[in-house]
């Protein structure tokens, strides 16, 4: 079997060229599937997300932080029995992309006299950008949600009474939600 060896020459600069070019798409293409595939996946937390932050209202989050907080306090020396009531300054907020086309036309006339004339006119808009395509059924897109700020904390604890219980209650949950101090209130659990 005899090898050839191919040359630029044989080749000739148009192939190469078109060879060039289709390696270039192919690589686009894959890298496009790659990211669209992520989207895709991203897409579907989001919806996830939206569907339970929807269907259980917007206390969800606080009601999660007094859960979380009521297990955890109940695991420090002193507290004992706990009970935990977590009060909003600001509910939490979904921030949903926006879509903003501009266009811009401008338009020169010159009249047979040789004046000019010059218009121009600028059109923008907001549209919300939907998951699922842009038809009506969609949901929104949320690209970030922010937490809803705390403005207050009541504890109610078995170890209440004892005032360092309550002073590590209170530096647990000033830590936790960056909440003053006198916004935190520690109480005795009464005894039944």
């Not at 090898?3 to 390696?23: C, D, H, M, Q, V």
């Not at 955890?72 to 029995?81: A, D």
């Not at 121009?120 to 699922?132: D, P």
């Amino acid at each position: 079997m005899d090898k050839k060896k191919l040359s630029l020459k044989e080749i000739g600069l148009p192939r190469l060229l078109i060879l060039l070019f289709a390696g270039v798409i192919l690589i686009f293409l894959s890298l496009s599937e790659a990211a669209s595939g992520q989207k895709g996946q991203k897409d579907s937390k989001d919806e996830t997300t939206k569907e339970v932050t929807v269907e259980e209202g917007k206390n969800r989050g606080l009601s999660e932080y007094e859960k979380r907080l009521t297990e955890v306090l109940s695991k420090v020396e002193g507290v004992g029995h706990v009970e935990v009531m977590i009060t909003e300054k600001e509910s939490k907020e979904l921030v949903v992309l926006k879509d903003k086309p501009y266009t811009q036309e401008t338009l020169n006339e010159t009249d047979q006299s040789g004046g000019t004339r010059m218009s121009s006119s600028a059109k923008s808009e907001e549209e919300t950008v939907l998951s699922g395509g842009s038809s009506s059924a969609g949901t929104p897109f949320v690209t970030k949600e922010v937490a809803a700020k705390v403005e207050g904390v009541l504890v109610i604890a078995e170890g209440g009474a004892d005032g360092k219980v309550a002073a590590n209650i209170t530096a647990a949950v000033q830590a936790l939600f960056g909440v003053e101090a006198h916004k935190i209130k520690v109480l005795p659990m009464v005894q039944n």
